[in-house]
């Protein structure tokens, strides 16, 4: 492993989701899934950005339910960068107030419009660093991880965690879609790529392979 990418995970809202901060050598960085809620939560990851002088280019979201994308629209006005995912998640953007209301949320910002959809195979970059998109339906219609080979590190949203799988009890869920994309796409990575899932500790693909009964 070359070690010349690093990240830092923050833990962000009431759903203790984990939003990602990449960056190479160059200063450059990418945001994967921003989660915050709060002001003060803002202020923490755009604390860390300045005090390691970092320049970020990237917004990607690894699927639009609303705890991945609370912090999508400060990332685009502090940033002045749009979200990048997958198209099949475009209706979790439309109907984001309306499923936060029913549960007694409020989201006073609107969340901007996907700027890029991504494809499966995609190679996304910034500064010296390469990301790939693997398209992996299930948790939601429009589900990617992303594998940064240099570094065998993988961003699973939460299409895999440790010990266990995303949830597929939503309308556009498929259990047996997620099921197939993780052994036909994850499972096949080296054994010790480290996994960053979207909730949750780490754990590497070989752990899963042994110890994952769900999936």
Known sequence: MTHNMQYKSFVFNFLEENTYILWDQTGQAAIIDPGM???????????FVKENNLDVKLLLNTHLHFDHVFG?????KRYGIAPWANGGDKVWLEDIKKMLGK?????????????HMLQDGEIVRFGNTELKCIFVPGHSAGCMAFYCEQEQLLFSGDILFRGSVGRTDFPDSSHSLQVEGIHNKLFVLPEQTKVCPGHGPSTTIGYELDNNCIA
């Not at 809620?37 to 604390?47: N, R």
């Not at 999508?72 to 685009?76: A, E, R, S």
Request: proline share 7%; aromatic share 10%; glycine share 4%.
């Open 72 to 76: 999508n629209p400060y990332v685009c």
């Open 103 to 115: 549960m007694g949320f409020r989201l006073e910002t609107e969340q901007p419009a996907i700027a």
């Open 37 to 47: 809620y709060t002001a003060q939560e803002e202020q923490i990851l755009d604390a």
